[in-house]
């Protein structure tokens, strides 16, 4: 229904454009439904072969959907995602999949928050932040609290992902800086944890592939 009614808000302020001639700028102020917006693929291909992963926050809430295909040898991957805080937040692939708020690091168990027995990023004992099989661009969040991405990465495979404990898809709180920190900065290069996590924070959403 709300779709109908966004529907009809485009269709009359496109016939008050005709007549007042300004048909720019209208579309930014559609009110923006969040819902909607976590739940519709950004490609509109949503059916095709792939799984289909729910983002939930530590709250059992969802806050976005992702779209994970094979696609001649690369994994395709599409985020709709709404109701998260704006800016840019390190998205990754981690390693197990599992999604428990409030959980101990496996490989600290001392060390307890959301979503930490997820553990590290994909293949982060195989290169440093950067090139880790489960590193992915960012994920941009605008100012009503949406982000959409549509990333392709061929560094791993949907069946890489469906291994016996799964994996993750987890949206992080902050940036990630991608262990890029320029040498006037770091002499001696970024730090272990700059190198394993790339900075971005506390772990604020969080989806199940496979496992
Ligand atoms: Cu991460």
Known sequence: MRRTLRATIVAVTAAAAVTACTASGQEQNDPVINQQEATTPP???????????????????????????????ALEVEVAAGDLPPGFHGFHLHAIGVCEPDSPDPTDPAKV?????????????????????????????????????????DAVTLEDLMD?????????????????IPERYAPN??????????????????GV???
């Open 43 to 73: 490609m509109g291909d949503e059916g095709d072969d792939g799984t289909e992963v729910t983002l939930l926050d530590a709250d059992n809430n969802q806050v976005g959907t992702v779209w994970l295909k094979d696609d001649d040898g």
């Open 113 to 153: 928050g959301d979503f930490l027995s997820a553990g590290g990023h994909l293949g982060a004992d195989m290169a440093d932040h950067g090139a880790h099989q489960g590193d992915l661009p960012s994920l941009l969040v605008d100012s009503t609290g949406s982000g959409r991405l549509t990333a392709s990465t």
């Open 164 to 180: 016996d404990d799964g994996t993750a898809v987890m949206v992080h709180a902050g940036p990630d800086n991608f262990a890029n």
């Open 189 to 206: 290069g970024p730090d272990a944890d700059t190198l394993k996590t790339g900075d971005s924070g506390d772990r604020i959403a969080c």
């Open 209 to 211: 592939v496979g496992g």
